[in-house]
């Protein structure tokens, strides 16, 4: 996030909220948008092909079809535009591009953005005015906007939306993503990303490479590596012969599970490390017992970019040790094996005593973490970027200045889906979760009182196409697509808009990601989850025996 929790909740005129389900994903912001909305009178658009529960307290709830983020965005630019309600002065000073986005955006009338969204013209234009009375806005999204072949586009889009309202570097304003796991964050700040190192360093710099190489003794290539689908892929070819994952569990959360299933057995060596027997984990040939959040000490950084301790409530159980003491493990013991003496640098050996001494090589080597000692972060966590330990944090970014010097506007066009309904397929499928599981229920499954107020997965239908099937609520449905298909109960609701169905992806019984398509966005590779087409027909209980 671009901002911090507590100036969106305090100081935001209006938000408007975009591939989002936020009461459910992302509760505590969620019920702090309520209250705002309710308490202090601020205005909010939600823009989601669902009725979700934040639509209830909407202002304008723009109900687009999925994947046609980019039209909408670019229909309401159009109008700011055209009825000169833009920030002229903000653009001017602060920003680069105009001229080439203007031209873009000008193709997409309310009228065009409507037949390609679905959401009325007149809508879109109300949606436009709102946002330019209203100051300053935050806009919010998550990974309805990002599981997209256009995901980098449609995050382009919200920015150049931003930028164009003068919403940017200021407090109840920004562009603010709300990541998907606790520490997933985090996790990207220390480079679990093939094309940084920690801090967003590029692997591609020749200079960066020799800082860490006079640190560790060894770095891989400037060569940027593969993402997780692309893995899977050269795992199929015998381009990648061991794979080692970890907390991650690919086969209920990667898209087309029967191909994801293929790739991993395709493999000579696989090593999972989990804290449960997870559906991956049953096709490895090592599983290393994890440890749980509970069991551990270290840092988890959240989607306001803020750093946070977390320590241990109990001492890891059986088996169990902690992630990075497995990692130090066995780094050591493939040196030894590789013969790689990094006895001569700073940190090459691998043997730390405490998380604390992790950090302080955190500190030394990401810029971006360079104050944000554990001391300093005992009681309250602190915002990066904060270089020194007399820096306060940086609860916004873009202040004053973008990292670049002048805001940057990326004119974006539309593009369909890669899998649209046709015939054979006539149905839009998209995907997402629920408030009472999370990603693949490796954790949530397991708890009974969660289990048993969401037991099972439902495929959400509305009204007119489950008439036209001949689908009662309650009834067993079959989903394909051209990868699988799954049997779950309908559940018969005009929370999805016609043609359109929604499953979320907590359940092997009837695993939605067998159906997702592995089709990746060319830039940051990420799958689209969010379109599929399928079909959905009854099916008896007699024909299921």
């Known amino acids: 996030m671009t901002n911090s929790m507590d100036d969106i909740a305090n100081e935001a005129q209006i938000y408007f909220v975009i591939g989002s389900n936020t009461t459910e994903q992302h509760p505590v912001l969620g019920m702090r948008i309520r209250q705002a909305v309710k ?5 909010l658009i939600v823009a989601d092909p669902r009725r979700i529960p934040l639509t209830k307290f909407a202002t304008l709830h723009l109900r687009h079809t999925p994947g046609s983020d980019i039209a909408l965005l670019n229909g309401i630019m159009n109008v700011l535009i055209a009825e000169d309600l833009y920030d002229k002065e903000f653009v001017a000073t602060r920003t680069e591009g105009f001229e080439e986005l203007a031209a873009t955006v000008a193709e997409y009338t309310p009228e065009r953005a409507a037949e390609i969204t679905g959401v009325p013209a007149n809508d879109i234009r109300t949606a436009a005015l709102m946002l330019a009375t209203h100051k300053p806005g935050a806009l919010l999204y998550a990974m309805g906007i990002t599981q997209h072949t256009t995901g980098h586009q449609n995050v382009l889009s919200c920015a150049n939306l931003q930028m164009l309202l003068g919403n940017m570097g200021v407090p109840g304003g920004g562009v603010n993503p709300l990541r998907g796991q606790n520490n ?37 290539s400037t060569k940027i590596g593969l993402t997780v689908v692309e893995m899977l892929n050269a795992a199929e070819t ?14 209920m959360t990667d898209p087309d599970v029967n191909h994801v299933r293929k790739c991993l057995q395709s493999l000579g060596f696989l090593v999972v490390q989990e804290i449960f027997m ?28 803020r750093v946070q301790r977390i320590r241990k409530a109990i001492e890891p159980l059986g088996n169990a040790r902690p992630d990075w003491q497995i990692i130090c493990d066995l780094a050591q013991r493939l040196q030894a094996r590789l013969g790689v003496d990094t006895s001569k640098a700073k940190f090459g050996s691998w043997d730390y005593a405490r998380p604390a001494e992790v950090m302080a090589e955190i500190n030394a080597l990401v810029p971006i973490y360079g104050g944000i000692t554990y001391d300093r972060i005992e009681k309250v966590g602190l915002q990066w970027p904060c270089p020194t330990t007399e820096h306060p944090g940086t609860p916004i970014l873009h202040a004053g200045k973008f990292s670049r010097g002048l ?104 695993a939605a990601n067998l159906l997702t398509i592995a089709a990746l966005d060319p830039v940051a590779k990420i799958p689209e989850f969010k379109v599929a087409a399928v079909r959905i027909e009854p099916v008896s209980f007699e024909v299921l025996q």
């Open 184 to 220: 997933v964050q985090g996790a990207c700040d220390m480079a679990c990303l093939p094309n940084f190192y920690p801090g967003y360093q590029k692997v591609v710099d020749e200079a960066i490479q020799s800082k860490f190489m006079e640190a560790w003794g060894a770095t891989g």
């Open 238 to 251: 015998g381009a990648i012969k061991a794979m080692f994952i970890l907390g991650e569990n690919p086969m």
């Open 278 to 305: 997870s559906e991956t984990a049953e096709l490895a040939d090592v599983v290393l017992p994890g440890v749980s959040f509970a069991e551990k000490d270290g840092t988890f950084t959240n989607t306001e970019r």
């Open 39 to 43: 308490q202090r009178g601020a205005k």
């Open 407 to 510: 805001g940057k506007f990326n004119a974006v066009e539309w593009q369909p889906a890669k899998e649209m309904p046709d015939d054979d397929y006539p149905l839009l499928l998209t995907t997402g979760r629920v408030l009472y599981h999370w990603h693949g229920g490796t954790m949530t499954r397991r708890s009974a009182g969660l289990d048993d107020i969401y037991p099972e997965a439902l495929v959400e239908i509305n009204p007119k196409d489950a008439a036209e099937l001949g689908i009662a609520d309650g009834d067993l449905v079959r989903v394909a697509s051209r990868r699988g298909e799954v049997v779950a109960k309908a559940e018969v609701v005009d929370r999805p808009d016609e043609g359109v169905v929604f499953m979320t992806f907590h359940f092997r019984e009837a």
